[in-house]
């Protein structure tokens, strides 16, 4: 059988020149960000952070002619950006989009775009009354296990989704001493929800009934935040398994496999790296090579699909209406965990770390 050809590799924007990007938020994850701009060529012609320092390292190492500024909204009122991105921690960014989105920029922000379901069916309403793109960075989309995955099924190659499953084995405690070690759901929620998130891509406009998750300490564990934790995902005619072990885990391994009525794809190899899948249906198995990776191809899939939706003025595949799906289904995973008891999404408002 001939490998079927997968869509899933980042695209740019058809016309660079007409994109000026201003980035609000220079911290660590801003490198990717602006990875993604140098390499797709658009010009990002300011950056802003509290920390002015921040920003001028950025602009020294990424684009030398940037101006740089302390306060978000001397960016703002700049008539020379269309697109802002904002990459500032989650608890500022809310008001900052909505700052972003009256002065009439189209906003990508960071993800998760707020921990607050009302506030972003608010701020999505409101970029949709204004006319403007608000879009979230759901970077491992275009990773290449979950960019294979997705394209599989917007392709049909895989049918109606039976079951989607996800197992990773790895050590995840170089976080000991820092700040993610404070956060109680540092797995369920700040890790996996970018396997959440390719759940709710692979089961479409499938909703879930519920969920049921659970989050504890391996034997022994001297770090705060749970380590090893599941989730199953219950759509009433499919199911979605997740099973994180990250404590001290020897020869790091992730497996996925997606079965649906025409057809299954799996993969397996190096934890956040699968770099070949396999697709079965009734004609027999062929293995297709992946290429690229999650860092920093993550980053330009995003950044290109968001362009691309401004300039065809579309809402962009990664909107904030979109993403609050994916936010519904961690918000109802951490309560589960919690609570001990099965959680319908949608019905926790607000998230927590």
């Not at 001297?222 to 199911?239: E, Q, W, Y």
């Not at 790296?273 to 009734?282: G, H, L, P, R, S």
Request: proline share 5%; aromatic share 8%; glycine share 10%.
């Amino acid at each position: 059988m001939r490998a079927p050809k997968l869509d899933y590799l980042p695209r740019g924007p058809r016309r660079r020149r007409r994109h000026r990007i201003g980035l609000i938020g220079c911290g660590g994850i801003s490198f990717y960000h602006l990875t993604a701009a140098k390499a797709l060529g658009v010009e990002v012609v300011a950056m802003a952070d509290v920390n002015l320092a921040a920003a001028e390292g950025r602009r020294d190492e990424f684009y030398p002619r940037a101006d740089v500024h302390s306060d978000h909204r001397e960016l703002l009122a700049r008539d020379d950006i269309n697109v802002v991105e904002i990459a500032t921690h989650t608890a500022i960014r809310g008001p900052q989009i909505h700052d972003a989105l009256k002065a009439g920029k189209h906003v990508l922000s960071q993800k998760p775009f707020t921990f607050d379901l009302r506030e972003g069916k608010r701020l999505a309403a409101y970029a949709k009354r204004r006319g403007l793109r608000l879009g979230i960075n759901q970077n491992g989309r275009w990773s290449p296990q979950f960019g294979a995955l997705i394209a599989a099924v917007r392709q049909g190659l895989l049918g109606d989704i039976h079951s989607l499953d996800f197992s990773l084995a790895w050590d995840h405690t170089w976080i000991r001493g820092t700040a993610f070690e404070k956060l109680h759901h540092l797995i369920l929620n700040d890790f996996a929800i970018h396997w959440l998130d390719a759940t709710v891509c692979a089961f479409g406009d499938r909703k879930p009934k519920s969920v049921f998750a659970n989050a504890v300490k391996a034997p022994g564990q001297n770090i705060k935040s749970p380590m090893v934790a599941n989730t199953v995902v219950d759509f009433g005619d499919g199911l979605a398994t997740l099973s994180f072990s990250a404590y001290e885990s020897h020869d790091p391994r992730e497996y996925m496999c997606c079965v649906g009525s025409k057809g299954t794809l799996r993969g397996a190899g190096d934890v956040n790296k699968i770099d070949t899948v396999e697709y079965a249906n009734a004609k027999g198995t062929v293995r297709i090579p992946l290429q690229g990776q999650w860092f920093p191809d993550g980053f330009r899939g995003t950044l290109g699909e968001f362009l691309r939706a401004v300039e065809e003025g579309r809402e962009p595949s990664i909107s904030a209406a979109n993403n609050l799906r994916t936010l519904e289904l961690c918000f109802a995973v951490v309560e589960s965990a919690d609570t001990g008891k099965p959680i319908k999404p949608g019905t926790v408002k607000v998230g927590r770390l």
